[in-house]
């Protein structure tokens, strides 16, 4: 069974920084691209961060780019999202999702909470 | 960046009523577009890929249509458990985009 667990939200100043992480299980890791994509509470989806099955691609959004970085260890089956210089509206429900996310066989964790406030 | 917009923005329908929700890129897509079922508290459940393609274990009253910059979402009859939100994707540009979504409530 696929599993797909985030964690390292929490709560944090606007400024400050935050590393996600995603552990994946039931699959074979390294052979699939991954993805982070975040709601914010009430709102709506919003792809953040995408990087290739061997790490050599990464895609990030227009709204985190140069602030977020996604990165992968596929030694450790783990997914990154290094968070930096946060902002009020980067708050939201940060979701793991392996594969192409407009795919068939997309698979999604249940999500990381990340509060900026001051 | 590609953007997407939905219509309409909210429904209210009932129980076995057809259902068509529309999507419409910025720019012609091919058919590199997928349609995500939402209900509250829950992660997004992939219904549709490449436009018209159902994913596996999704029940055959949903469909979907379209290719370039169109596309349709149809729910044939609905159920109860069908009252949820819907997202367009569109990934052609490996910059993938939501749609704002389509909240469909019980009339």
């Known amino acids: 069974e696929v599993q797909l667990v985030e964690s390292g939200g929490g709560l944090v100043k606007p400024g400050g920084s935050l590393r996600l992480s995603c552990e994946a299980s039931g699959f074979s890791f390294s052979g699939y691209s991954m993805n982070w994509v975040r709601q914010a509470p009430g709102k709506g989806l919003e792809w953040v961060a995408s990087?290739?099955?061997?790490?050599?691609?990464?895609y990030h959004g227009d709204s985190v780019r140069g602030r977020f970085t996604i990165s992968r260890d596929n030694a450790k089956n783990s997914l990154y999202l290094q968070m930096k210089s946060l902002r009020v509206e980067d708050t939201a429900l940060y979701y793991c999702a392996r594969g192409p996310i407009a795919a068939a066989g997309v698979d999604w964790g249940q999500g990381t909470l990340v509060t900026v406030s001051s | 960046a590609i953007q997407m917009t939905q219509s309409p923005s909210s429904l209210s329908a009932f129980v076995g009523d057809r259902v068509t929700i529309t999507c419409r890129a910025s720019q012609g897509i091919e058919s590199q577009l997928a349609w995500y079922q939402q209900k509250r508290g829950r992660a997004p459940k992939l219904l549709i890929y490449?436009?018209?393609s159902l994913q596996s274990g999704v029940p055959s009253r949903f469909s979907g249509s379209g290719s370039d910059t169109d596309f349709t979402l149809t729910i044939s009859s609905l159920q109860p458990e069908d009252f949820a939100t819907y997202y367009c994707l569109q990934d052609y540009d490996n910059l993938p985009t939501f749609g704002p979504g389509t909240k469909l409530e019980i009339k």
């Open positions: 490449a436009a018209s």
């Open positions: 990087i290739s099955s061997s790490g050599n691609y990464k």
